[in-house]
C-alpha cells in the first residue's frame, strides 16, 4: 500500500520569498512518480509539477520545482518568489508504475498543506 | 477543448434518494477516476476506469456504482445516499495509467 505524508497543516510565506511544503511517502514499488497539485479556494485540482523515480534530475516547472530524495522518499514542493495567487491548499500524490500491482495506476493524496501567502 | 466536465456542480439529496453524476472528457483518454474530496483527508479514489468497457474499485467504493458509457463518459451513481456521502466529487481522466491525471471542477453534495 501507499502512503503519502505532509506533516504541515499550513504554512505561511512573505510575497516575494521562497517556501518549501514538505511530503514524504511509503511505497514497495521501485518505480513510480510524485505528482504535485494546487487547490486553490475556486475548488479545483491544478497539475503542478511530476517526478518519475527514475529521473535524476529533480524537475521544474517555472516557479516551482521538486527537490526529490529518493533515499529519504521525499519529494518536497518548493515555491520560489511567492505571489498572492499561490495561496491555496497543495497536495502531494504519488502513483506506483509497477504493472500488475494492485495499486498499479492509481493515484495516492496526502491530506495537503494550506499555504497562505502574506503581501 | 473543455478539459473534464462535471455535472451539476452542486446538489442536495435527501437520505435515500439516488442520483447520477456525470463526467466527460474530450482529452481522447483511456482512463477515468472518480474520487472524493473530505474535509482532512485528501482525496481518495471511489471508482476507476483504466480503459473503456472496464472498471475497478478504489480505496472507497462502498455505497456507489460507475458506469463507462463510452470513451468520454463515466458516470458515478448513488443508489441510496446517505449523509456520510456530503463531499466534494471529483472526476479526473488521463491517457494512459502512468500519466498525470487531470481534473474537473469538481461537484459539491450535500446529503441531508
Known amino acids: 500500500a501507499q502512503k503519502i505524508t505532509q506533516t504541515q497543516p499550513g504554512m505561511f510565506v512573505q510575497e516575494k520569498e521562497a517556501v518549501t511544503l514538505d511530503c514524504t511517502y511509503d511505497?514497495?514499488?521501485?518505480?513510480?512518480?510524485l505528482f504535485w497539485y494546487k487547490q486553490p479556494s475556486s475548488g479545483e485540482m491544478i497539475f503542478l509539477i511530476y517526478?518519475?523515480?527514475?529521473?535524476?534530475q529533480n524537475a521544474t516547472e517555472g516557479r516551482y520545482s521538486l527537490n526529490f530524495q529518493k533515499a529519504r522518499k521525499s519529494a518536497n514542493l518548493v515555491i520560489s518568489a511567492s505571489q498572492l495567487g499561490d495561496s491555496a491548499m497543495y497536495f502531494c500524490?504519488?502513483?506506483?508504475?509497477?504493472?500488475?500491482?494492485?495499486?498499479?495506476?492509481?493515484?495516492?493524496f496526502g491530506q495537503g498543506t494550506i499555504l497562505t501567502v502574506h503581501p | 477543448n473543455a478539459g473534464v466536465t462535471q455535472t451539476p456542480k452542486f446538489q442536495v439529496l435527501k437520505t435515500g434518494q439516488s442520483m447520477t453524476l456525470q463526467c466527460a472528457q474530450d482529452?481522447?483518454?483511456?482512463?477515468m477516476y472518480w474520487y472524493r474530496q473530505d474535509p482532512g483527508m485528501g482525496l481518495r479514489l471511489i471508482y476507476y476506469?483504466?480503459?473503456?468497457?472496464?472498471?475497478d474499485k478504489g480505496e472507497v467504493p462502498n455505497g456507489y456504482n460507475v458506469s463507462r458509457l463510452n470513451k468520454r463518459e463515466f458516470s458515478l451513481r448513488l443508489e441510496s445516499a446517505a449523509p456520510s456521502q456530503t463531499s466534494v466529487y471529483f472526476c479526473?481522466?488521463?491517457?494512459?495509467?502512468?500519466?498525470?491525471?487531470?481534473f474537473g471542477p469538481g461537484t459539491r453534495l450535500l446529503v441531508l
Open positions: 479526473a481522466s488521463t491517457r494512459t495509467q502512468i500519466e498525470t491525471q487531470y
Open positions: 511505497t514497495s514499488d521501485q518505480s513510480y512518480g
Open positions: 517526478q518519475g523515480s527514475y529521473d535524476e
Open positions: 500524490a504519488m502513483r506506483p508504475f509497477s504493472a500488475g500491482g494492485t495499486s498499479y495506476g492509481k493515484l495516492t
Open positions: 482529452m481522447n483518454h483511456n482512463s
Open positions: 476506469s483504466a480503459s473503456e468497457g472496464t472498471t
